[in-house]
């Protein structure tokens, strides 16, 4: 039955999947499209994807140092630009907190300068900016200790990298 016009009536779902009849085949509708175009765009790996914590650059001087580790919130990691590999529950939730003890310096592009003998070097940036700094830099606060701490646990257990 027609309400006012030629507009069918509103189904059961309140206007979801209601489409005109034409040429004895029912045209899809916004919803059905809305739909298709949602499953289309999680195919195939062109889905969402999860928005990234950090990304970390490591340098040295030592055989293994150099190394690229991109964190999403998910805890998705890429080691060198490979193939995306997990975290577990309890690391993600110390790369939240490291990313979280690291707002205000990265806020700040804090940048501090490696000493004579250093051998590490680390660069990150997050949403908030960046820091820089060596292994052995002066004055580093806590969260760049447990920043250093959780690149070598992820290299070695998640990457399989020797450092």
Same mark, same amino acid.
């Given at each position: 039955?027609?309400?006012?016009?030629?507009?069918? &009536? %509103? $189904?059961?779902? +309140? /206007?979801? *999947?209601?489409?005109?009849?034409?040429?004895?085949?029912?045209?899809? @509708?916004?919803g059905v499209v809305?739909?298709?175009?949602? &499953? %289309? $765009?999680?195919? +195939? /790996?062109? *889905?969402?994807?999860?928005?990234?914590?950090?990304?970390?650059?490591? @340098?040295?001087?030592?055989?293994g140092a150099r190394?690229?580790?991109?964190?999403?919130?998910? /805890?998705?990691?890429?080691?060198?630009?490979?193939?995306?590999?997990?975290?577990?529950?309890?690391?993600?939730?110390?790369?939240?907190?490291?990313?979280?003890?690291?707002?205000?310096?990265?806020?700040?592009?804090?940048?501090?300068?490696?000493?004579?003998?250093?051998?590490?070097?680390?660069?990150?940036?997050?949403?908030?900016?960046?820091?820089?700094?060596?292994?052995?830099?002066?004055?580093?606060?806590?969260?760049?200790?447990?920043?250093?701490?959780?690149?070598?646990?992820?290299?070695?257990?998640?990457?399989?990298l020797p450092i």
């Open positions: 039955m027609s309400r006012g016009g030629d507009r069918p &009536a %509103a $189904g059961r779902w +309140g /206007g979801w *999947g209601r489409g005109v009849v034409a040429g004895g085949r029912r045209v899809a @509708t916004i809305a739909l298709a175009t949602l &499953a %289309a $765009g999680c195919g +195939g /790996g062109g *889905g969402i994807q999860a928005a990234d914590l950090f990304i970390l650059e490591r @340098t040295g001087s030592v055989p190394l690229t580790l991109l964190v999403n919130e998910e /805890g998705g990691v890429r080691c060198n630009g490979g193939a995306t590999l997990k975290l577990s529950d309890p690391a993600l939730v110390q790369a939240r907190a490291i990313q979280e003890d690291l707002r205000e310096p990265a806020s700040n592009h804090v940048s501090l300068p490696a000493q004579a003998g250093s051998v590490l070097s680390y660069y990150l940036r997050d949403e908030n900016g960046s820091v820089r700094f060596a292994d052995n830099s002066a004055g580093q606060p806590a969260a760049f200790h447990n920043l250093v701490l959780f690149v070598l646990q992820t290299a070695q257990q998640v990457c399989h």
